[in-house]
């Protein structure tokens, strides 16, 4: 079936990398996003890799997929306090009819 | 406009009430997506429109929901006899065309059904 799973919490130290991973189960994935949300607002497009790249780099973000583990990463270097928020992965079904979320990893930051 | 637009931005209403929430995707936008996000939870799929038709409505979690699109632009996601659990944000995306490489959200609606 369709799933996109991700862990609930990352906790990183001020200016530390952090690393949120998401795995999903789309062995016919086209697009693969990075969402944030902060409290109280929508859904912010970060990036998205396509399904036939590797890596995707974008000043802090770094995208790595893994198509054969079906594993997608999101780094984001130099971690700031405005980097707290909810990252949601999620995978452009293969039919192309819905996009799947993943149920959002709660980052938060430490001084 | 510049981005999707949803109004209302903040509903309550009665349980037993029906709500209309509309959603205005970016302009030229054919793709068309409703979520729903409840408290602390993830995104739940609710229906695709490809422009005025709606290949997927898989996600509508029962008869009381329905949507449509008009002119291949502007949707609403209607809501009949509201339930405390319908209580959500409604969230409504738009991509430039089905392969949706570039998808857009919208700020939501937040219902609260009291």
């Known amino acids: 079936g369709e799933d996109v799973e991700q862990s609930l919490f990352l906790s990183v130290r001020e200016g530390d990398s952090s690393v949120i991973n998401c795995t999903y189960t789309?062995?016919?994935?086209?697009?693969l996003y990075w969402y944030k949300q902060e409290p109280g607002a929508g859904l912010q497009l970060l990036t998205y890799i396509f399904s036939n790249m590797d890596m995707k780099q974008d000043q802090r973000l770094t995208v790595l997929l893994n198509k054969k583990d079906k594993h997608l990463s999101l780094r984001i270097a130099d971690t700031q306090t405005g980097d707290s928020a909810i990252y949601f992965c999620a995978d452009l079904y293969s039919s192309a009819s819905k996009i799947i979320f993943g149920s959002g990893t709660r980052l938060s930051i430490r001084p | 406009g510049a981005g999707v637009s949803q109004s209302p931005s903040n509903k309550v209403t009665e349980k037993g009430k029906d709500v209309e929430l509309r959603c205005d995707p970016i302009?030229?936008?054919?793709?068309l997506y409703w979520y729903r996000q409840s408290l602390g939870q993830g995104l739940e799929f609710l229906i695709y429109?490809?422009?005025?038709?709606?290949?997927?409505k898989s996600g509508l979690p029962s008869d009381r929901f329905s949507a449509e699109r008009t002119g291949g632009s502007v949707s609403t996601l209607t809501i009949q006899r509201t339930q405390q659990e319908d209580s959500a944000v409604y969230l409504c995306a738009s991509s430039l065309h089905r392969s949706g490489n570039t998808i857009y959200f919208g700020e939501g609606s937040w219902l609260t059904v009291v």
């Open positions: 302009s030229g936008h054919t793709a």
């Open positions: 429109f490809q422009g005025n038709s709606a290949p997927d």
């Open positions: 789309d062995s016919s994935s086209t697009y």
